[in-house]
């Protein structure tokens, strides 16, 4: 089973909105990463957060971390329309293994 | 910087054929990952390279799948025969060796098995 699940599995909003993802998680980690995937294009970095920490910033990204909870979210502020991808969060985990969540699939309508 | 290369981008075989990726990393990147991506779902780690060693082999079905990283550089990623359920998008990865880096990832090879 998959060790990260995110939540929505798809989100449609409109251009200037903010969009929230969330990941849930099943063992302890290291640290977490969320990773931006275009149709037809590999994936691409977005932000890490380890776990000692509970909130990080990145532009207009912000990242909370709850490890009591064993979750993490993404918030997109101001969302654009090249914010139109698959997002996806990866939990390193204390054995040294990176694992990908199926992800969010984000749609912004202009 | 050039970024992590794969080739081909597409590729389209009969079940039972062979079929062969590349992938040359990031340069100085010493660690290395395939992926397999199926539609609508997250990556899954097939490999491993620290280096020219596999250190995480777990997930790859080693019946028909091989790879290979001569040098600790380029890697090939092998399957051979190649099944209708093999059908995905095969995705590189590298890092410079520490777990907690980030992965820069190639554009992926999609392979589509008849």
């Known amino acids: 089973s998959q060790q990260g699940e995110e939540d929505p599995q798809a989100l449609s909003i409109q251009e200037g909105e903010n969009a929230t993802m969330n990941c849930s998680y099943k063992?302890?980690?290291?640290?977490l990463q969320w990773y931006r995937q275009n149709s037809g294009r590999g994936l691409v970095h977005l932000i890490l957060?380890?776990?000692?920490?509970r909130e990080k910033h990145s532009g207009r990204l912000r990242v909370t971390l709850d490890t009591s909870k064993k979750s993490s979210s993404l918030l997109i502020t101001a969302s654009r329309a090249a914010d139109t991808a698959s997002y996806f969060c990866?939990?390193?985990?204390?054995?040294?293994?990176?694992?990908f969540g199926p992800g969010t699939s984000l749609s912004v309508i202009p | 910087e050039a970024g992590v290369v794969q080739s081909p981008r597409y590729k389209i075989i009969e079940k039972k054929q062979p079929v062969a990726f590349w992938c040359n990393p990031i340069?100085?990147?010493?660690?290395l990952y395939w992926y397999r991506q199926n539609l609508g779902q997250g990556p899954e780690l097939l490999i491993r390279?620290?280096?020219?060693?596999?250190?995480?082999d777990s997930q790859l079905p080693k019946d028909r799948f091989s790879a290979e990283r001569l040098k600790g550089v380029d890697s090939t990623l092998k399957i051979q025969p190649a099944e209708l359920g093999d059908s995905a998008v095969y995705l590189c990865?590298?890092?410079?060796?520490?777990?907690?880096?980030?992965?820069?990832f190639g554009p992926g090879t999609r392979l589509t098995v008849l």
């Open positions: 063992t302890s980690i290291n640290n």
């Open positions: 990866a939990t390193e985990t204390s054995y040294d293994k990176v694992i």
């Open positions: 957060i380890r776990s000692n920490e």
């Open positions: 340069s100085g990147h010493n660690t």
């Open positions: 990865a590298s890092t410079t060796g520490m777990l907690s880096n980030e992965q820069f």
């Open positions: 390279y620290e280096n020219e060693e596999a250190v995480d």
